[in-house]
């Protein structure tokens, strides 16, 4: 009997991802697993984002759940291993699916989920763009859970007494939807997609002045970590690659739609070489450039 139980669970582990989490400490209390700078495929299996928890006393606080259930079954064991604690909630940042896809995880453990209103017009897929790219053992168990708990423009929490603010960005940025997330007492923000590191951002679901305008605030806050979607980089300035890329960006692309040239040129002359070696380069820079065009080009009629 006990060798059949021992057949049973050497088949089931064959059956799953082991995604090697390793969490990494950023301040007392605070730890991350600081996802690959790499596209989501069936290497990866979707470990391409950020997924940080916070010890606020007597629970966690989890601040974006990960890509699969199989991913935040193997985070959860890991926080467990520092601090046997429950989670008081789940904050989803904003809603691409490499963010928020272990909520169906959590749901056993009757989690309470933050995400924005746009979680609400969000529709239930037949196929994930993460299902679609990674392998079918990874994304095993995996369903699509929405968070419940809505935020509008703003909620604050009261967590064994520490507040967290959750804002919601109300404006275009990254993408429609976007939360920060403000703690404090810990000095921390948790930005999710709106800063980047180690990887070019993404525009494409996005408005590059809305962008940089909340940028711009999130910097201005005084904070001594800034934590964002995706990279390790978790200092005060954690902001200063996005905002300086999108910025150069930005100013490229509108002196070209100033001086009257066409979506193609523009597309073809913004090549910004200094980037040329950052991860995702050669896949987004041109997006972002005609994304940027089509947005400026609709500012200035």
């Known amino acids: 009997m006990k060798s059949f139980l021992l057949s049973i669970l050497l088949v089931n582990s064959l059956l799953c991802f082991d995604y090697k989490l390793q969490p990494k400490e950023v301040s007392k209390d605070i730890y991350c697993f600081f996802g690959l700078a790499q596209v989501m495929d069936k290497r990866n299996n979707g470990n391409m984002s950020n997924s940080c928890f916070v010890n606020m006393g007597t629970s966690y606080l989890v601040i974006d759940s990960g890509p699969t259930f199989q991913f935040a079954e193997q985070a959860y064991a890991q926080m467990q291993k520092i601090n046997n604690l429950p989670i008081s909630y ?20 009757h989690v309470k989920m933050i995400g924005s209103t746009a979680f609400k017009e969000l529709p239930i897929l037949e196929r994930t763009r993460m299902q679609r790219r990674i392998s079918k053992e990874a994304y095993k168990k995996t369903t699509q859970i929405f968070p419940t708990i809505l935020v509008d423009k703003e909620k604050i929490l009261i967590i064994d007494g520490k507040r967290v603010d959750i804002k919601s960005v109300n404006h275009k940025a990254h993408t429609n939807s976007d939360l920060y997330v403000y703690i404090p007492s810990k000095q921390v923000v948790f930005a999710g997609d709106l800063v980047f590191n ?104």
């Open 90 to 109: 789940i904050i989803d940042t904003h809603i691409h699916d490499d963010h928020w896809l272990g909520n169906s995880y959590y749901k056993t453990l």
């Open 198 to 301: 180690e990887r070019l951002p993404s525009l494409r679901d996005g408005d590059i002045t809305g962008w940089l305008k909340i940028l711009k605030k999130i910097k201005s806050m005084n904070v001594k970590y800034i934590i964002g979607g995706h990279g390790d980089v978790v200092s005060n300035d954690a902001v200063d690659f996005t905002y300086g890329y999108l910025k150069e960006l930005r100013d490229d692309v509108k002196k070209m739609l100033d001086d009257g040239e066409d979506i193609a040129d523009v597309v073809n002359a913004v090549v910004m070489p200094e980037y040329k070696n950052i991860p995702f380069y050669n896949s987004i820079q041109r997006q972002n450039v005609e994304t940027a065009y089509r947005t400026l080009e609709w500012e200035n009629e």
